[in-house]
């Protein structure tokens, strides 16, 4: 078995697992699923906050990938939860840098999946996006974005899989600010899902204005 085939028969075995874990308490804490502790709503609920404590308003209404990417307790945790939205059929992840690959590696660490880094290198025309790494055409993949705005750089990243030959199973955001991005992927006939918006990104940072220090 390749090593790309037994990584992805881990992911598959990884999800199956967790799927049983909800249910099972003593198996759930014996495999340090947080699941045990927490439901994942509660989970996300409290990283939000503490992501927009984090990052939110260092340059007004700004969400800062620096600030909440590098702090390995948020980084942790939205690892884990993102680990459970990446499609069931995907060889491997792409993190571009230098934030995604960030959360790129973390991803990657967490589901098993092998890891492609997007990042600029010298063209004839100037700069460009270009993948590193393993990537074989016909393989399906996973853009992986810690901050989506417009979409331009999640667009690039697109471009730059494809490329490749190899096909863009979607892009997933830890942040979506909804300035078109969804948009702007759409019409590449890429999907674009996130684990926090800008609808509630603005309501936490509300909520932490008015809490009485």
């Not at 799927?19 to 990283?47: C, I, K």
């Not at 490749?164 to 979607?170: E, K, L, S």
């Amino acid at each position: 078995m390749s090593t790309t085939t037994a990584d992805h028969h881990q992911h598959h075995d990884r999800q199956d697992a967790g799927d049983e874990m909800s249910a099972d308490f003593p198996t759930a804490l014996a495999a340090g699923d947080p699941r045990a502790f927490q439901p994942d709503g509660v989970r996300r609920t409290e990283l939000l906050a503490d992501v927009v404590s984090a990052a939110w308003g260092t340059h007004g209404e700004f969400i800062d990938a620096d600030q909440f990417l590098t702090k390995p307790t948020v980084l942790r945790r939205l690892v884990s939860l993102l680990a459970g939205r990446v499609p069931p059929d995907v060889d491997r992840i792409v993190g571009r840098e230098p934030h995604s690959l960030v959360l790129g590696t973390g991803l990657a660490l967490e589901t098993g999946l092998p890891l492609v880094i997007a990042r600029t290198a010298p063209a004839p025309s100037g700069e460009e996006l270009r993948c590193f790494g393993e990537l074989h055409p016909g393989e399906r993949v996973l853009v992986v974005e810690g901050v989506t705005g417009t979409g331009a750089s999640a667009e690039r990243a697109v471009l730059a899989v494809r490329e490749r030959g190899a096909t863009v199973a979607g892009v997933l955001a830890a942040v979506d600010r909804d300035r078109g991005a969804e948009s702007r992927l759409g019409a590449l006939a890429v999907g674009l899902d996130r684990l926090f918006d800008d609808r509630e990104l603005r309501a936490a940072a509300r909520r932490e204005q008015e809490t009485p220090r």
